[in-house]
C-alpha cells in the first residue's frame, strides 16, 4: 500500500505563506494525476488543486493565484505553495490521486494549517 506522508503545515497570520509537501514513497506516482484537498472542521474535503504527470495544473477558484502546486516524481514528492494565506484557508491539507481515478490510496494524516486574522 502507499503511504501518503503530508507536511509542511503550521500557525501563520493572514497574508504569509507555507509550502506543503506530499511524499508517496514506492509508489506509482509519477504517472499519475495529483492532487491536493483540504478540510475544514464541520465541511466536507474539498478539492484544493491538481497537477497532471506532466506538470499541467487547475486549481479551485477560491486558491487561484495565490496557491502554486508543483511536482518532482525523480522524489515521488508534490508540494503546494501557498501565498496570501487567509483565515478561510484554515483546515487540515490531504495529498491523494485526482478525484476522476480509479481509486484513491490510503489516505495520510494531513497536515494542520491555520491561519489567524
Known amino acids: 500500500q502507499v503511504q501518503l506522508v503530508e507536511s509542511g503545515g503550521g500557525l501563520v497570520q493572514a497574508g504569509g505563506s507555507l509550502r506543503l509537501s506530499c511524499a508517496a514513497p514506492?509508489?506509482?506516482?509519477?504517472?499519475?494525476?495529483m492532487a491536493w484537498y483540504r478540510q475544514a472542521p464541520g465541511k466536507q474535503r474539498e478539492l484544493v488543486a491538481e497537477?497532471?504527470?506532466?506538470?499541467?495544473?487547475t486549481y479551485a477558484d477560491f486558491v487561484k493565484g495565490r496557491f502554486t502546486i508543483s511536482r518532482d516524481n525523480a522524489k515521488n514528492t508534490m508540494y503546494l505553495q501557498m501565498n496570501s494565506l487567509e483565515p478561510g484557508d484554515t483546515a487540515v491539507y490531504y495529498c491523494n490521486r485526482d478525484p476522476t481515478s480509479y481509486y484513491y490510496y490510503d489516505w495520510g494524516q494531513g497536515t494542520q494549517v491555520t491561519v489567524s486574522p
Open positions: 514506492g509508489s506509482t506516482f509519477s504517472i499519475n494525476t
Open positions: 497537477i497532471s504527470s506532466r506538470g499541467r495544473t
